[in-house]
């Protein structure tokens, strides 16, 4: 291995050649040695330093008493999402961490014969820490909502600035959706800070929330190994294939590999390198490879050894006595304080809720929770599942205790529990007429400080809208959030696709800046959120926009409508209960208006055209090529726009813009080119109101 071209190492895990996922290494190692040349020197003189450990140590190894622990918070960079990954994922994680660098894992049987001998375990056990900066109780998750994205950009990680606590007291673990490292040659999984770098930059682990663990979102080709392979550089191990068949990765009994994808696949013979003495076969089960995590499953002698030095050495403090008192990983011999959390705040009747003891400092002997309002109202258990059956607001209190004493955590207000079937039913309309509708329809807001406002300034029905009001001062990354009602979607009649959709205006500055907006849903009543919808730019803004500052819709042209055309298609058809959130994210820009949100069949505003005096039809349908849409008005109408959309609502192509004569029209409409067969909407919208058309397209 060249050791001198490493600072920091992002790790490839690859399921198959077509398929590779890239490191990001060379890049980001490049930035840094250009911020700080003396990390190569700092590199070298701790290489020279191991070398001599791991030689001096080698008969040692497997004969430690002691053993290392390491405290470990993970940084959960979310935006609601299934990226908000469950504590379960998260402890499944530790499990697979201390089996792997304990050798008590379970694939380890399918070591092959010439490697069993060199095997070893790394005698380091990793725990959550229980103390957070600081000095309260917490679960060793730290979990962030992250408005401006939760993507990892390796040239100036933005992610880190979100939550960095001191590297010498904390493994930090940061867990986000995507990482960006600039080369364009693939997927990096994650990476690691060298311990020789660790006073260079934010020391830690940066990793994509599908290679945490091995349940939940996690990829079912990893088993976890993509955290153990991050550790090790963490620790201060070289991919086993660093330099090819000629250089090492300063462990003698790790055989030489290639290249970095040779073993991508385990190859069951694979021999890349006849360097060695004696030649040995690639040893794809090592974590320092890049084969499948799934094939992974031993350290080496000397990959242990040269851990050891680093902890012993550039990370001795994390795991002192001193340490892990201080991050609660060591109980102290005080009486505990109480704190707990649970899965959920909100959850729907006959669902149950999971509690944590989070108590720390001393230990606990003896625990008394009480759930007011709960099916079981007491329990002595540390993590006690109940279930609430009754809507209401209920508090949770948890007391703890051992020989030092006592103490109690009660949280008033905890626990919000709502009806199992939603409020409201399809058809429902929110148009802003009539008051606002936090006050008076069972609309909420999600945001403490940046909040939508009713305002009658402007509107694409009637005289009132939501607005979320952003203007240049309103700092970039504010989130304006609010949830609707809950729905029974399921009560809708049998043979429609409910929709959720509803108008917006909203134009950028420049073409620099742009607002964006998402949509969420919850069936679980609000306990969990999943994003169904995303817009900015210039497909948040209307059609043809033209910049502007402190915009302020004049026009009903002015304004698009956003949405889902099928809940059906993503699987939230018959949900008993349907919660949908709306964030706007400030960039600084310009104002976003909301008008007429609905969930029926229909459209938003689409049942505004008299039917007895507005009337439309489409023929032939199904359609292979182009239809004709048929539109007859008892009155002329000043302006139209009709436009094609897809099932999602999202614009296929523009039909007519225009005026409407009084009497028949006809359009045509055709099958877009390498568009899809399926169903599309016909969306009419006009000075007077709305219509809507469902259209399928089939091959001929």
Known sequence: MKLSLFGILALVLIPSLRSQHVCGTDHYYEQQVAKNESIKHVESEHNLSSKKYVKSAQSEVNKRAASYTIPVVFHVIHTGGNENISREQILDQIRILNEDFSYTNKNKVNLRAAFKDVAASGDIEFKLATIDPSGNCFDGINRIYSPAGVDMDMSDEPVKDLAYWNYRKYLNVWVVTNIESGSGTGTVLGYAVFPWTSNFNKD?????????GSIGTASNTDDGRTLTHEVGHWLGLYHTFQGGCNDGDNCDDTPPVSSTFTNANCPANGNSCNTDFPDLPDMWENYMDYSNGTCMSAFT??????????????????????????????????????????????????????????????EVSARLWTFQGAVQSTSTEETPSVIYNTPGTYEVKLQVENNYGSDVQTQTNYIKVLEEYGKENPNFEEGFENGDPIADNGFQHLSPTYRFDRTNSAAYTGNYSFRANINSLTPAGSVFSFQTPSFEISALET????????????????????????????????????????????????????????????????WRRHGLGSLSSLGYGDAKSAIFRIDVISAGGNPVYIDN?????????????????????????????????????????????????????????????????????????????????????????????SATQRLIFENE
Request: positive net charge; contains cysteine; hydrophobic residues 35%.
């Open 597 to 689: 949100i609905n969930l029926s069949p229909y459209f938003a505003s689409s049942s505004h055209l008299d039917a007895l005096t507005f009337k439309t039809d489409i023929y032939p349908n199904p359609a292979s090529q182009k239809a004709t849409l048929s539109v007859i008005s008892e009155n002329s109408i000043s302006d139209a726009h009709i436009a094609l959309y897809d099932v999602t609502g999202r614009l296929v192509s523009i039909i007519y813009k225009g005026a409407l004569t009084q009497g028949k029209q006809e359009f045509e409409v055709k099958h877009p080119t390498n568009a899809s067969v399926g169903v599309y909407y016909i969306g009419i919208n006009t000075t007077e109101g």
């Open 204 to 212: 830690g682990i940066v990793i994509r929330h599908d290679r945490v």
């Open 495 to 558: 043979g429609f696709s409910p929709k959720f959709t509803f108008w917006a205006s909203y134009a950028q500055p420049n073409a620099d800046i742009s607002e964006t907006l998402k949509i969420y849903i919850s069936t679980d009543c609000g306990g969990s959120w999943e994003q169904i919808y995303q817009r900015n730019g210039s497909s948040l803004a209307y059609l043809n926009a033209t910049y502007a500052n402190n915009w302020k819709p004049t026009l009903t042209t002015q």
């Open 301 to 362: 002698k000397e990959q242990v050894a040269r851990m050891h030095y680093y902890l012993q050495t550039l990370r001795s403090s994390i795991y002192s006595s001193s340490n892990l008192l201080s991050v609660g990983v060591q109980k102290q011999n005080v009486k505990p304080t109480a704190a707990f959390n649970s899965n959920t705040r909100t959850v729907c009747a006959g669902k149950p809720v999971t509690f944590y003891d989070l108590s720390c400092k001393g």
